[in-house]
């Protein structure tokens, strides 16, 4: 049976869904083929991942706690064997993967900066909660108040740094443990909300699914990159090429489908056009979500620098998302002065620094130094 959110409101998700569209190209409308995989991704999870929850909760002696520690374990560390064997497949890598690409993918990346942080926030999270397709798995485990959304920010900023840290998706990197910690997660949620006799399957398919999963490994490459466009960031053919490579294996180690890994822009921007083109529109949850997340900046400013934070949000907001976003979301227009500050600074330092010998070196040192202000700001050090 197809969820009846699948395309329940065409006309919205169509004009939601134009910019993606127009920037696909020729060829972007999906085929029959392709609108029955939608369909019917709705309802298939992340199996290897599902069946290892099952085999840990049946395994006597092991618990679902147990499972960030086990597969924190190294190669050579004793696990038991349901474990083993799932590690052993996460660490076989794809045919298609090349090193040299995914360095300079989380390279790219980090030297993006302080402009990352923003599209990652205001352009990639807040423009996912524009539609009501994932977001009940959120506000039924409670990731929704001020403060978890602050919690759930800086969680995601830890995942992400962890995954560009030079030599993070390695067997033994950081990046690549915690990618897997948090396809854990998605498998422990997805079972829990299941087995809830008050998910509403026949509405929303399975909690967590191949469709959302693959639309939101789109908001950290596809959409990442173009909204780091609209802030005037300089983003070559080989960077966006290795960005792409980079959160292609991220979403190969979290289980998601290869058919909807892709490898280039255009293939990304048209999958997206899919995806939002058949996404029901915002709802009560997008409105708090994104209330949540403008409020957030509340949790860690004071005074007048409270007052700006907030104001830099909607501005920037409504920079990279537009007026109908905005509406849609609840949240008040405000005039887009920040983010065209960010072009003029980007044309300066993006463009123009990072042109020079040496500029490279610099947008990453420069990076990093926002990264920590950013930390910092939110009363936290910021991880080696």
């Known amino acids: 049976m197809v969820p009846t959110r699948f395309g329940a409101d065409r006309d919205w998700g169509e004009r939601a869904a134009r910019p993606l569209r127009l920037l696909a190209g020729p060829g972007a409308e999906p085929t029959e083929s392709e609108i029955a995989a939608l369909r019917a991704g709705l309802n298939r999870r992340d199996e290897p991942a599902a069946a290892l929850v099952r085999a840990v909760r049946e395994t006597p002696g092991l618990g679902v706690r147990d ?109 690549f443990k915690t990618t ?7 498998a422990l949620v997805n079972a829990t909300l299941e087995a809830d006799p008050s998910w509403d399957h026949a509405a929303r398919g399975l909690p967590i699914n191949q469709y959302d999963q693959a639309s939101t490994l789109g908001v950290f490459s596809t959409s990442f990159l173009l909204h780091l ?61 994104a209330r949540a997340l403008i409020a957030m900046t509340d949790e860690f400013s004071t005074g007048g620098r409270r007052v700006y934070e907030r104001e830099r949000a909607l501005s ?11 509406r849609d979301l609840g949240l008040p227009w405000r005039p887009p002065w920040y983010g065209v500050t960010r072009v003029a600074a980007n044309l300066l330092v993006s463009h123009g620094l990072g042109r020079l010998p040496g500029g490279r070196a610099r947008l990453l040192a420069r990076g990093e130094r926002q990264a920590e202000a950013q930390f910092a700001r939110w009363g936290a050090a910021l991880p080696a």
Request: proline share 6%.
């Open 229 to 289: 466009r609209l802030l005037g960031v300089r983003v070559t053919g080989d960077d966006a090429r290795a960005v792409m490579h980079l959160w292609c294996y991220v979403g190969w180690l979290l289980g998601v489908d290869e058919r909807w890994l892709p490898h280039t822009e255009r293939l990304g921007r048209r999958q997206l056009y899919h995806f939002l083109s058949f996404d029901p529109p915002p709802d009560a949850n997008s409105v708090a979500l």
């Open 67 to 175: 499972l960030h520690r086990l597969i924190a374990a190294g190669p050579d560390e004793p696990v038991p064997e349901i474990v083993r064997s799932f590690l052993e497949a996460a660490r076989k890598r794809p045919a298609w993967l090349d090193d040299g690409l995914l360095a300079r993918g989380a390279e790219a990346c980090r030297a993006f900066g302080l402009d990352a942080g923003l599209v990652l926030a205001y352009g990639s999270l807040l423009g996912g909660y524009r539609t009501g397709a994932a977001l009940e798995p959120l506000v039924r485990t409670g990731r929704l108040s001020g403060g978890e959304t602050l919690r759930r920010i800086r969680e995601t900023s830890l995942w992400w740094r962890a995954v560009t840290a030079p030599g993070g998706l390695a067997p033994d990197g950081e990046g």
């Open 180 to 186: 897997l910690r948090v396809r854990m997660m998605h």
């Open 316 to 326: 920037v907001s409504a920079w990279l998302l537009g007026p109908s976003a905005m």
